[in-house]
């Protein structure tokens, strides 16, 4: 398994903006696939974007043209930048990553929207 840390979380105005990190350390880190998972008070963890090895994305339906995937391969790291930010995105969001049937998850990160 690999560490995932996630940084850049906090509180955030409805309509704001925030981005997240994940570093993963890991020598092959472009050889895996990676995720944003999120979970809100007493809902299911859910999927929210996720970026292949080769770079393709995929968004979940409710953050489809405000949040956005990256990743540096370079710098081993996952970004998600976070855009109209919404109450309703209010959750800990997770970092993900998965090779084969090898996954890891990070600690989480509090991303509060609230005014």
């Known amino acids: 398994q690999v560490q995932l840390v996630e940084s850049g979380g906090g509180l955030v105005q409805p309509g704001g903006s925030l981005g997240l990190s994940c570093a993963a350390s890991t020598s092959i880190f472009s050889a895996y696939a990676m995720a944003w998972y999120r979970q809100a008070p007493g809902k299911q963890r859910e999927l929210v974007a996720q970026i292949s090895r080769g770079g393709s994305t995929t968004y979940a339906d409710p953050v489809k043209g405000r949040f956005t995937i990256s990743r540096d391969n370079a710098r081993n790291t996952v970004y998600l930048q976070m855009n109209s930010l919404k109450p309703e995105d209010t959750a800990v969001y997770y970092c993900?990553?998965?090779?084969?049937?090898?996954?890891?998850w990070g600690q989480g990160t509090q991303v509060t929207v609230s005014s």
């Open positions: 993900f990553a998965a090779i084969g049937a090898v996954t890891s």
